[in-house]
């Protein structure tokens, strides 16, 4: 059986619209924050974020795990640029030194340095706040977008009928996953398998993850038989479907769509003049070069 995300009918910003409308806005919303770099044309994307955070009316106890986790991995990256200066470097030319660290050590032959730039400060900053707010619209969607109206959501905006069902599939296969996986961890523990014992090298306790993952995987491989089975049945395929449910848009969904619309067409012009491209303070700079 399919599950879905945590859906519940909410007042909220995002369920007062058409769930098209605001599919539509999301995807406008992302690539106009992937055409900038400048944290101050990110800054207004990171507060339409928070926003639509703040009034989404979902509770910080649904969404924990999943902030706690893209949080913490956006973090991580983050940080490793602003250490190594990966990824900057087609970004800025060139660096001003504000401290250098040297190991007092050498690995065959090259010593372990860190530099800390102002361009790698501003850099990670940019990368940070570019995908965080990113995460939290993604986010945000499955939690907001009732699980009934996947199919209909995707064939409205014009994608063929499997491709449509396809999406509703994929965007159910997550939280069946992880509620397959729960039940078999309890099924194990109930016959004495102790997870919590399983001890190793990375090798020998994926080894010992056998009994977890190969009933895991085997169910996930017979529910997609038994799904496409069902579907052959209906004739899926065949001609047009029909939808139970009926969407329809009204004056806002329309505004909603035409300011997303705007937003990406305001913001890779603005690109395409060379604005908001990586910026870095020049006060900062003669600072740190004083």
């Given amino acids: 059986m399919l599950v879905a995300w945590r859906y519940r009918p909410r007042k909220s910003f995002i369920q007062s619209f058409d769930p098209r409308a605001w599919i539509i806005f999301f995807l406008c919303f992302m690539f106009s924050t992937l055409a900038f770099w400048d944290v101050r044309f990110l800054s207004p994307f990171f507060i339409i974020a928070l926003f639509v955070l703040l009034t989404s009316g979902v509770k910080w106890h649904e969404v924990r795990r999943a902030f706690l986790f893209i949080i913490g991995f956006i973090t991580f990256f983050a940080l490793l640029t602003f250490l190594t200066g990966r990824g900057g470097e087609e970004v800025y030319k060139q ?15 090259w010593t372990p340095t860190l530099k800390i730039t102002v361009e790698r400060a501003f850099f990670a900053v940019s990368q940070f706040v570019r995908v965080v707010s990113i995460a939290i619209m993604t986010i945000l969607i499955p939690y907001s977008l009732d699980p009934a109206l996947y199919g209909i959501t995707f064939k409205g905006l014009g994608l063929p009928d499997k491709l449509a069902y396809a999406m509703d599939l994929t965007m159910r296969f997550v939280p069946t996953f992880g509620r397959d996986f729960q039940l078999t961890m309890d099924a194990q523990r109930a016959r004495g398998y102790e997870l919590e014992k399983i001890r190793g090298g990375l090798i020998e306790q994926v080894r010992k993850l056998g009994p977890i993952f190969v009933p895991v995987t085997i169910h996930a491989i017979i529910s997609s038989e038994d799904i496409i089975d069902a579907m052959d049945l209906r004739a899926f395929g065949v001609g047009p479907r029909t939808w139970l449910q009926v969407l329809q848009r009204n004056l806002r969904d329309y505004i909603l769509i035409w300011v997303g619309v705007v937003m990406v067409a305001l913001s890779f012009s603005l690109a395409f003049f060379g604005l908001g491209k990586f910026w870095v303070p020049e006060a900062l700079i003669r600072l740190v070069g004083g």
């Fill in 95 to 109: 660096e001003h030194l504000i401290r250098q660290f040297t190991a007092p050590f050498s690995l065959f032959g």
